[in-house]
């Protein structure tokens, strides 16, 4: 049975589709009363950022410490926008200060039922997600930041020489393979993890040996972090995400020859979002072509940091993989135009990542 380019893309940002946001949040006992009145003065904000369409705010009639946000969106690019800047950072902290624990959830909308729901009122850029999409029920994720210039070996002889944190984090959440990329003074560290992301996220910050890694490289850091204190935690965490926005695989099985490697595109001021959909397209066009070597490709994007991902069946020719899908002089330029490439050195090659580990869980552990 062959399998369509719609079951091959578990996951993208960039299908229209509108998105729905659940925020669970458990309050310190008291402060109601406060996160009340602080998203009282939030949601008039909120309500005039681009791509929102409406929010509700809920309280537990079981239990008054248990809130929940809901929030929908006319398509998930608008929202990651938002969520991914400095400036909801900020709205937020009044929020994150009331609460001891918050769980963020996002879904694309793929049908409605009931009599609010009608198609004229529904914004012009908004749409059901039209299938259901098929996945291996893993969650992909990653983290960016950047070191002092100059400290770069130190660092990846650090991130490299830690011992591998438990792969089973509880009964329905495992952590499956991390893998560790450095691009000049950046280091991006992607995730897979099958049950919940937060919770595996958790788990691995709680890891002897991860501490003992965060705590080294600590000196090297170009911007400060307290991972022992809650609020700097929450907040380093928020700006170092580094969102999955797409992801494609082929239909074939991997086999023992395919590799992982990670390309790094800076993006033009502005022109993040408009960069991965393009990377998203040619991965898409690429899946149609039999000589295709990617066996599976995820995007990640936050504001002008774009980050591929990529699993090739044998040797990696970075000028082929990146040429996949933009063959033609017409994408050629539109990819260069998208990219921050300063001195010129706008060609699909010199963003090869350079590995610093990449770490599978075992079959069972």
């Excluded at 830690?162 to 984090?169: F, G």
């Excluded at 069946?313 to 040429?323: C, K, L, M, S």
Aim: net charge negative.
């Amino acid at each position: 049975m062959t399998t369509t380019l719609s079951e091959r893309v578990s996951q993208s940002a960039f299908d229209g589709s509108m998105l729905r946001v659940v925020l669970l949040m458990d309050l310190h006992e008291g402060r109601q009363q406060e996160f009340f009145e602080a998203y009282e003065r939030l949601r008039h904000d909120i309500a005039s950022v681009p791509g929102h369409i409406s929010d509700q705010l809920c309280q537990s009639f079981e239990n008054p410490s248990q809130w929940l946000i809901t929030s929908e969106w006319e398509s998930a690019p608008q929202y990651l926008a938002w969520v991914n800047s400095d400036h909801h950072a900020e709205q937020v902290k009044p929020l994150g200060a009331c609460a001891r624990a918050m769980r963020p959830l996002k879904f694309t909308v793929l049908r409605e039922t009931g009599r609010g729901y009608d198609q004229a009122s529904r914004p012009a850029g908004a749409r059901l997600q039209p299938v259901p999409r098929l996945g291996a029920g893993i969650v992909r994720h990653a983290l960016t930041f950047t070191v002092k210039p100059g400290s770069e070996k130190e660092v990846a002889a650090i991130l490299s020489s830690y011992a591998s944190p438990a792969a089973r984090v509880d009964d329905h959440t495992r952590l499956c393979r991390t893998s560790l990329f450095m691009h000049g003074n950046r280091v991006v560290r992607t995730v897979e993890v099958q049950g919940d992301l937060m919770a595996a996220l958790r788990h691995v910050s709680e890891q002897p040996e991860v501490r003992a890694v965060e705590e080294a490289i600590y000196p090297y850091l170009e911007v400060d972090r307290d991972l022992g204190d809650p609020e700097s935690a929450r907040m380093f965490f928020m700006r170092a995400a580094l969102p999955a926005v797409h992801h494609i695989a082929a239909e074939a099985p991997d086999s023992a020859d395919v590799t992982r490697h990670a390309l790094f595109y800076p993006a033009k001021p502005g022109c993040g979002t408009a960069l991965a959909e393009f990377l998203a397209r040619q991965d898409e066009e690429a899946a149609h072509l039999p000589a295709n070597p990617v066996r599976s490709s995820s995007i990640f994007q936050r504001d002008d940091i774009v980050v591929r991902l990529i699993d090739v069946n044998g040797p990696f020719d970075e000028e082929r993989v990146a040429a996949l899908g933009a063959r033609d002089p017409r994408k050629a330029a539109e990819l260069d135009r998208l990219m921050d490439a300063p001195g010129g050195r706008s060609g699909p090659a010199r963003h090869t990542m350079n590995l610093i580990t990449d770490r599978r869980a075992p079959a069972r552990s």
